[in-house]
């Protein structure tokens, strides 16, 4: 809650009552499991002429943009209209909400987001405007925390489902080589493994998906410059990512160059990568997505990194699985701390 309330305050403005309320005065535990599906969100507002006129338009150009780091065009989300008169019971389970209601006697717009308030997992933002006018303004300097909390709702949503299948060898093995813990599905399995490097595979009839974790001492923040991610990320995959006949193998698929950008992710600064891959000398391709960032107890940076593989079918719920799990990425020494603190 309390990263929550920190990026709703850096992008908000200042005159916005913001409340950021995480289901602390209930029994969250009562609640029956949310529905909808993967990267889906119900969107209500005031009526179908809102939803058909401008509010409508900006709401879906936002929430429906392109995924970045695809090979083909895929939305952000899948968005469901529900008019506020017809936003029952039934709807209230969806996992992702996102409400817009007008109301004239607030003098100022009023924001509020709850986890599980209905169902479980599930996050609720909800906007109160004075008037459809100022909508826009409040829309556009919160837009992007209203999707980042949906995007973490994702991803604790798929962790969730992991949590009861994961691999617990593989999660033993991370644990005792390399001094980390991650939610591995039992659908994976270890490829590879050195001392600074290892690769987890998933390998079903129609698609694949990896995960790489590799490690190399760190001295300075030039580890985080841009040409150098990308020519050490071509250097792991030549060496340890063959292609399917000699001499091939994975590198970045540089005719669309990957977008870059610096995050907090869990504490930590990182870089977060988000690209294509292709193989030398093969025809094979799809998404990557990758995280950066440094162990400071042990003067390591660290990467980690999952691609999928899935051609001429959608990719975005397969690399959105791989991000969560790649959230789930923990050093031992951050576990420690969390539970001394419990």
């Given at each position: 809650m309390k990263n929550m309330q920190i990026l709703f305050g850096k992008l908000a403005m200042a005159s916005f009552l913001i409340f950021a309320l995480a289901g602390c005065d209930f029994d969250s535990s009562a609640l029956q499991p949310s529905t909808g599906k993967t990267n889906e969100m119900v969107v209500v507002t005031p009526g179908e002429a809102y939803w058909?006129?401008?509010m409508g338009q900006v709401i879906k150009q936002y929430f429906g943009q392109e995924v970045p780091g695809l090979p083909q065009s895929e939305e952000m989300f899948d968005i469901a209209h529900i008019p506020e008169d017809n936003f029952s019971k039934l709807f209230k389970t969806h996992h992702n909400i996102f409400i817009v209601e007008i109301n004239p006697d607030y003098k100022k717009p009023f924001l509020e987001t709850k986890a599980d308030l209905w169902a479980k997992p599930q996050r609720v933002v909800k906007m109160v405007v004075?008037?459809?006018?100022?909508?826009?303004?409040?829309?556009?300097?919160?837009?992007?925390?209203?999707?980042?909390?949906?995007?973490?709702?994702?991803?604790h949503r798929a962790n969730t489902a992991f949590a009861t299948i994961q691999d617990f060898d593989i999660t033993g093995m991370l644990r005792d080589k390399y001094q980390v813990t991650m939610v591995v599905p039992k659908s994976f399995y270890v490829a590879t493994k050195a001392d600074d490097f290892v690769w987890m595979r998933r390998e079903a009839e129609l698609f694949s998906q990896a995960i790489m974790i590799w490690y190399q001492p760190y001295s300075d923040t030039s580890a985080f410059d841009y040409n150098r991610l990308l020519a050490v990320r071509d250097s792991i995959t030549r060496k340890y990512i063959p292609g399917p006949s000699d001499g091939t193998y994975m590198k970045i698929a540089m005719?669309?160059?990957?977008?870059?950008?610096?995050?907090?992710?869990?504490?930590?600064?990182?870089?977060?990568?988000?690209g294509l891959w292709d193989v030398e000398g093969d025809f094979m391709g799809g998404p990557f997505l990758s995280y950066t960032f440094v162990d400071?107890?042990?003067?390591?940076?660290?990467?980690?990194?999952?691609?999928?593989?899935?051609?001429?079918?959608?990719?975005?719920?397969?690399?959105?699985?791989?991000?969560?799990?790649l959230y789930t990425y923990q050093f031992n020494s951050d576990r420690n701390n969390e539970q001394k603190a419990e």
């Open positions: 058909n006129g401008k004075p008037a459809e006018k100022d909508f826009y303004d409040a829309f556009a300097k919160n837009k992007e925390a209203f999707a980042e909390l949906f995007n973490e709702n994702e991803r005719q669309e160059p990957p977008l870059a950008r610096r995050i907090d992710f869990k504490g930590h600064f990182a870089v977060e990568m988000r400071e107890p042990n003067s390591r940076l660290v990467t980690i990194d999952g691609y999928a593989y899935n051609p001429s079918h959608e990719k975005r719920n397969l690399v959105r699985q791989l991000e969560a799990m």
